[in-house]
C-alpha cells in the first residue's frame, strides 16, 4: 500500500462508482452546466442562511451519487465530508440529516482530494464496502467568513479567485462499474512566505509541485502516464508559477497537459479574475467534467491535485504567511489496464 | 478489516509506540500533572496569541513523542491533526514546521480518537509504519473563539465545562512496544434537539451511548471485556445522562466500570464546573494517564469514546441545536492475549 514516504498504490482500483454533483446559479451560467445533476437557480437553495444552502448541496450530492449508484444510505459504511466554513458546519449539519457514519477532513480546497484518498484506501483495505467522499462550497457563505459580506460590493485585485458554490460527492466501492483509483500522494504543507489572501493561487503552487513531485518519486510514474494532471483551484497565476516551477524541478510536461479546475468550470467573460476556488470546484470539475470525459474515452488517466490554502481570517490578522497543502489522487478509466 | 456497519478490527494490533503529553499551568495544578512531558506556567508558551501557544503545544507533544520513540521525524509518514480552531490555524501552522505529511481532521473534542482510530487504520493495513495522531486545545483560544474573551470575566451556569490547554500526541506504530489499538467504532452524528453551549455533556451523551451500541453490536464485544470505558469528555451531567442511557438500552456496565476523562485531568477544588472538555482533554487523559495504567497492569483492556460537540458560534445564532457524535477506541494493554 504505502510506497516511498507518503503515497498510497491502490492495487484493487476502487472503483468510483457513482457521482453527485450540485451547483448554484453562477455554475448555471458555467461552461460545465451540462454536467451537473441539479442546478440551482438563486443562492439560498430555499434556506434562511448560506450555510444551510451549502447543508443542502452537501445533502443533494451525496443523495444523489447514492441514488446514481443503485444504493441506499443505509448501504453506505463511512462519509467523508469538509468545507471551509468554520467548524465544518455544513458538513456536520448533513452528516446530521443523513445518518452516515462520519469522519470529517479538513484541507481547505484540498479536502475534494483528501476524502476521495481517504475513501479509496478504506475500500481497498475492505475497511468499507462502499464509501461516500464530498467536497463543498458556497460563495457567499466563504466570502461572509473569510472577507467580507457580498453586500459591501468590496473590490478585489485581479489575483484574486471566485469561490465556486457546488458540492460534488463520490461513492467509491469495492464493486460496479466506472473510473478507478489507483493511487494517492499526502502532502506536506508548504509556505513560501506569501501572505497575500488575494493570491492564494501563488501561494498555493510550491505545494502542488512538491507533491506532483513526491507523486512522481513514491509512485515511479512519470508524466507520460498521465493524458491530463489537473490542479484544484490554482487560477491562472498559480498555474503559470506552477508550470515554472516543474520546469525548474526537471518535470517535463506537454503543452496542454497541465490544466486547472479553476479555470474550466466557467465562461471567459465570467467576472471571476484570476479563476475559481474552493473544495467544490475541483469536486464538481473531477467528478463530472472529468469523470464524464474518462467514460467517453477521451482520457484514459488523469492525477488530479487538489490544492488548498490554509489560511484563516485570524492568521492572517496576526499577519501570518500562507501554509498550503496539495494532495494528489490518480484516476484510470474503466477497462484500461496498467 | 470492516466488521458490521461501522466498525474496525485491527488484526495486526497496531502499536501505540509512545506519546507526547504536554499542558498548561491549570493543567500543572491537576490531578494528572506528573504524568505530562511538559508543563508551561503560562497560557503564552512564549507566542504572541494563544493560537500561536497552541501550535507549540502540538509541536512539542509530537515532538516528544517522535523522540521517545526513538525516531526521527523523516520516519513518521504521516501527521493526523485537529483542534477547535477555526480552519485548524493551530493544526496547519505545527505540520508546517513538523513538515510531515499532513491529514486534517475535524470532529470537535471527538478529533482525538478520529485521529488514533485513522492513524491505527493506516498502520494496520500497511498505509504506514509510522504515523503520529495529536489532537489538541487551549482554554483561551477556545473561550475567545466560542464565546467571550477571558479578561470579559462572564459568568458560567455549572452545566457549562472547562476546555483544557494541552496537546497529546500518539505514535502509531508496525512494530515497537506499547499498548495495541484493537477496534475502532467510528460514530453517527446525532442531534437530540438539546441546544445550550454551556450543557455540551447533556448533548454529547447520546451520541456516545449510539457509538457504544453500535461497537458493541459490530464487534461482539460485551461490557465485561473492558476494565474500563471511558468518555472522552462528557462531564459530570453528562456522564450521568449516560449511564442512564445505557441502563435504558440493556447495556449492563459494572460500578465504576464507564468513567470520563473530563472528570479525571483536574482536582475537585479546580473551579471546573461540570468538567473538563476539549480535544486535548481526551488525548492526554488517554495517553498519558490511563496508558501508564496499562504499562503498570492496573488495565488491561479499555474502550476510550471520544466524544465532540459539532456546533460553532454560527450554527448557535442561527438557533441549531447541537449535532454531537462519538468515535470508540479500543486499547489492550502489551502482552494481553485476547
Not at 482500483?13 to 451537473?36: Q, V
Not at 508548504?190 to 513526491?214: Q, Y
Not at 498555474?239 to 524541478?249: G, M, P, V
Not at 490544466?259 to 479574475?273: H, S, T
Amino acid at each position: 500500500m504505502l510506497v516511498g514516504k507518503q503515497s498510497w498504490v491502490f492495487e484493487s482500483k476502487p472503483i468510483i462508482r457513482s457521482t453527485g454533483i450540485i451547483g448554484g446559479p453562477f455554475e448555471a451560467n458555467g461552461r460545465l452546466a451540462d454536467e451537473f445533476d441539479i442546478l440551482h437557480d438563486n443562492l439560498w437553495m430555499g434556506q434562511g442562511s448560506y450555510e444551510k444552502a451549502q447543508t443542502v448541496l452537501i445533502e443533494q450530492a451525496c443523495e444523489k451519487a447514492i441514488e446514481k449508484g443503485g444504493l441506499t444510505k443505509d448501504q453506505i459504511q463511512f462519509m467523508l465530508s469538509g468545507d471551509l466554513v468554520n467548524q465544518l458546519t455544513p458538513s456536520t449539519f448533513a452528516g446530521r440529516s443523513l445518518k452516515i457514519p462520519y469522519l470529517g477532513l479538513f484541507g481547505a480546497c484540498s479536502t475534494s482530494m483528501e476524502g476521495l484518498a481517504m475513501a479509496a484506501y478504506l475500500v481497498q483495505t475492505r475497511g468499507a464496502k462502499h464509501a461516500v467522499a464530498v467536497a463543498s462550497s458556497h460563495n457567499a457563505a466563504t466570502e461572509k467568513q473569510f472577507r467580507y459580506p457580498t453586500e459591501y460590493g468590496g473590490q478585489k485585485p485581479p489575483t484574486a479567485q471566485w469561490t465556486v458554490t457546488a458540492a460534488g460527492a463520490a461513492v467509491v466501492s469495492h464493486e460496479g462499474n466506472g473510473p478507478r483509483v489507483t493511487s494517492a500522494t499526502i502532502g506536506r504543507i508548504i509556505d513560501m512566505g506569501l501572505s497575500d489572501p488575494f493570491n492564494m493561487g501563488g501561494a498555493m503552487a510550491p505545494a502542488a509541485v512538491d507533491t506532483l513531485e513526491a507523486h512522481f518519486r513514491d509512485t515511479g510514474a512519470s508524466p507520460e502516464d498521465y493524458d491530463l494532471i489537473v490542479s484544484g483551484d490554482l487560477g491562472e497565476i498559480g498555474l503559470a508559477i506552477a508550470k515554472e516551477l516543474c520546469e525548474q524541478r526537471g518535470i517535463v510536461l506537454k503543452e496542454n497537459q497541465f490544466k486547472d479546475c479553476g479555470l474550466m468550470i466557467y465562461k471567459e467573460d465570467q467576472p471571476v479574475l484570476a479563476g475559481a476556488s474552493g473544495p467544490g470546484c475541483s469536486a464538481v470539475v473531477t467528478y463530472g467534467h472529468l469523470l464524464n470525459k474518462m467514460k467517453k474515452g477521451e482520457l484514459k488517466r488523469i492525477l488530479v491535485i487538489a490544492t488548498g490554502a490554509l489560511l484563516s481570517p485570524l492568521s492572517f490578522q496576526q499577519k501570518e504567511s500562507i501554509p498550503c497543502i496539495a494532495h494528489a489522487v490518480s484516476i484510470e478509466a474503466e477497462g484500461v489496464t496498467s
